[in-house]
């Protein structure tokens, strides 16, 4: 899936304004997601992207995972984005890994889901449009 593509699928899905929220909301679901994940799995999952998202996926200090919880996920989003309240930026951070699997394999998504915790399943299964349960 090519970068433009991506963004205008994230921006229809969240029924979002403009382009520049989905693309704020975009950056920080993946910085967030990054800062999550352990070892080479961000460098993984950015050799499926285009170069305008997987530069949100390096970080320094990349090769370490810094364990925290979903609800602490859904801060770090916030605070990324930071020009909506909390729960938009859950709801955001939803649609952007909704779109996140269609754009990569599936065998990729297994190895992110693999390093995250239970508590995460929902923010994999509940798309865009289903209530997640906390």
């Known amino acids: 899936m090519k970068y433009d593509e991506f963004i205008k699928v994230v921006q229809d899905r969240g029924h979002m304004d403009s382009r520049e929220e989905a693309e704020k909301a ?5 910085e967030a997601l990054a800062e999550r994940l352990a070892g080479g799995e961000p460098h993984d999952l ?3 992207l285009p170069p305008e998202l997987a530069q949100h996926l390096r970080y320094e200090g990349e090769e370490t995972s810094n364990p925290f919880s979903l609800d602490e996920f859904f801060e770090r989003v916030n605070e990324k984005d930071e020009d909506v ?10 649609v952007v890994i909704g779109v996140l699997q269609d ?17 995460y399943s929902p923010l994999f ?10």
Do not use: F
């Open 26 to 30: 975009t950056r920080a679901t993946l």
């Open 46 to 48: 950015a050799s499926q």
């Open 85 to 94: 309240d909390l729960p938009k930026a859950a709801y955001h951070a939803r």
């Open 103 to 119: 754009a990569v394999t599936g065998g990729e998504i297994a190895h992110i889901r693999s390093q995250l915790p239970e508590e």
């Open 125 to 134: 299964e509940a798309g865009s449009q289903g209530k997640m349960s906390t």
